[in-house]
């Protein structure tokens, strides 16, 4: 089916042309590939429109010796190539039908195992709009890696343990009277949130409240027995929350979850090992450090004079720790740009230790989700959470559904409500670069028109109406590809062609946007196509039935392109 690679066996038989400088002409009339020739005249002293017209003269007199090209035609500088559009067509449709829901995949990776480590929450708090955007990077791109053949493992850390933690735990202490999240009928990883935010409202008054929180962290690091049963109840309160968030989600399950509870202590050795190495050292304050300002970096500090650690610490040992674990080729956090300098030194903490896994850690970096009115701030109590958030947004699709159908069931309201909310967040969040800042917008983000998840998903459902009605006309679909020549049916069958090198793309360069913008391009091009051909009225039934398998070709690749973005799909909306 890979028409580009038969091209460049044809064309390297002439000239040493590379896939890359292969691209589709802007107007379809000028042909379906084409290749500049500046660099080849040039080799030949020539002008590059000259030089186009031999290639030209040179590629025609072979193109008989091949069953997909139709025509050559020179272009001022660039030489074009017009496909054999019936040979084109029935490759691409007949390989969508054989592969299915495998449509899009292949098996670039699959000498290699890849693990990404995502939301990695800290236990202080819910889940809020900015983790949910983490989710939906992380997930859809271990989507994306595990559809090109790579060994993958989906994985969480939770940090459960360190000065914000013990913010939440001295507020609770101080002020939470005993209370329990049943006894105030508020879900717990909520509750655990409300104490984070009243620490933060009561320190502005006593400053004093941070120095009680590092000594509690102290009293836990020597595991005294009443700040760990505190820290015990409110982490399960916090971790149970979670959990819940995570099944409304709907995300695939985490192949291992690690805790910062269980691994900073390794992290601890791990550092002290190395100061005795040398590869770090102790400065004045008696603070374990390394110096990484020859690398263009600071001085970093790895376990605090006190002798408590930082988040550095243990996630020096969690890399090697996930390596023992799965011995992957290539470590993905997906974490926030903030964080950017972090992970560039962690990185070169780990080569500095002599760790060879060092060059597959990858640093997946996404930029902030604001708001409407401006940042959110955890301590403040001015986020999003992600649970309320998604309980909107079904109340939105609830209301939408309810004035389209007066006569579905609650259960079926409220079904296409949950998968119409879920796949206006997810896509929303992926939708753009990773490494842009966005501003959500609930109300923009369920719309059924626009560059909206609601808009891929009702052209999935209208495709599938499309089909039930055919059915119905007893119509089924056909094989006669040469009476598709209309511009929008060529149209529509080149976007169809392009799902592998998008999935593909989107692997290798960490741009899970990519396949939400093919999408969006894919459905414009379908509705464009089925405005200007019509199926089920239309008179001439092998025209009608050949467009009947480009319809659902269309739904097919529909669904394998959300289905890497973790969005359901429904037949009817």
Partial sequence: MNFKKKLLEFINQEIPVTEELISIPPNSKMGDFAIPCFKFAKEKNVNPAEYSKQLESLFSERISSTDFLEKVQSFGPYLNFFLNKTKFIEAIVNTIKKEKENYGNSTFGSEETVIIEYPAPNTNKPLHLGHLRNISMGSSMANIIQSQGYKTFRINLNNDRGIHICKSMLAYKKWGEGKTPESEKIKSDHFVGEYYVLFNQKFKENPELEKEAQEML???????????????????????????????????????????????????????????KGVFKKNKDGAVIIDLTKEGFDEKVLLRADGTTVYMTQDIHLAKLKHDDFSYTKSVYVVGSEQQYHFNVLFKILEKLGYDFAKGCYHFSYGLVNLPDGRMKSREGTVVDTDDLIKELKEISKKEIEKRYDHLSEE??????????????KFYLVA???????????????????????????????????????????????????VLVHEKEIELVKLLGELPDKSLNACKNYKPHLIAQYLLALCRSFNEFYHACGCINEDDKIVASSRLTLINGTRQVIKNGLKLLGVETLEQM
């Fill in 218 to 276: 102290k009293l836990w690091e020597a595991e005294d027995p009443e700040v760990r049963a505190l820290w015990k109840k409110m982490n399960n309160w916090a971790l149970g929350g979670f959990n819940e968030t995570y099944e409304t989600l709907e995300i695939p399950k985490f192949d291992k979850v690690y805790y910062e509870s269980q691994t900073f202590q390794e992290g601890k050795k791990t550092v002290l090992e190395g100061l005795e």
């Fill in 412 to 425: 079926e309201i409220t079904h296409r409500a949950k998968v119409i909310a879920l796949g206006a967040v």
């Fill in 432 to 482: 753009n670069d990773p490494i842009k800042d966005i501003t959500f917008n609930p109300e923009e983000s369920i719309s059924f028109e626009g560059d909206t998840g609601p808009y891929i998903q009702y052209t999935y459902a209208r495709a599938s109406s499309i089909m039930r009605k055919a059915k119905e006309n007893n119509l089924e679909e056909g094989k006669d590809f040469s």
